[in-house]
């Protein structure tokens, strides 16, 4: 029904945005799925600023060839998410919130192993043919992340949902300043190893 009828029956509590944003706060939960946004919307970030130059500086592309490479990972966007979603929705129905929560974990596992393995790639090819698959993940893994944001405290979403999203941005500044200090190599293999971890948690 509508709202003011339901709040006249005394069937949903007046919450102040303090008091929402307070419990949200103090939720343990939204920390982990702030961290495992991180790794999915933040990686999504690091790699859309970075995988021109990645390409041009690892494989010696030209500037137009690297852009039009590095392009690919934000396509994939146009269906990954949504598919990561609709995964988290179809795993809720087999397996209830279990099913979600093991959605999201996978999802984080799998694409954590294949940003390590994006970094140690020796041609082109592969690279592309890697980052395809890791790009796909890394978006199912938001879709499949915001599946499980809902049930986290249902009175608070929009607190929670706010913490998780700014995880996005954390993860991308994060892993911006260790591309930007430490060799391609080894920062893929620490965003990699980082979203294995959160995906764990």
Known sequence: GNYKDVKRAGLMRERSA???FRSGV???NSWILFAQFACSLGVELTMENGAALYYRRKFG???ETSAALASLFGATNLVARGMGGGLSDYCNGRMSLRGRLWAQMTCGIVSGCLIVAFGRCDTVGSAVFVMLFFSVTVQMAMGTCFGVVPYVDPPNTGSI????GAGGNAGA????SVFR???FDYSFRY???FAVGT???
Not at 161 to 164: E, N
Not at 173 to 176: D, R
Request: aromatic share 8%; net charge neutral.
């Open 18 to 20: 303090v008091d929402s």
């Open 26 to 28: 103090f939720n343990v």
């Open 61 to 63: 592309q030209s500037l």
């Open 161 to 164: 949902a706010g913490i998780v």
């Open 173 to 176: 500044m994060l892993f911006s």
């Open 181 to 183: 200090t430490r060799s």
């Open 191 to 193: 965003m990699g190893c």
């Open 199 to 201: 995906a764990l948690l």
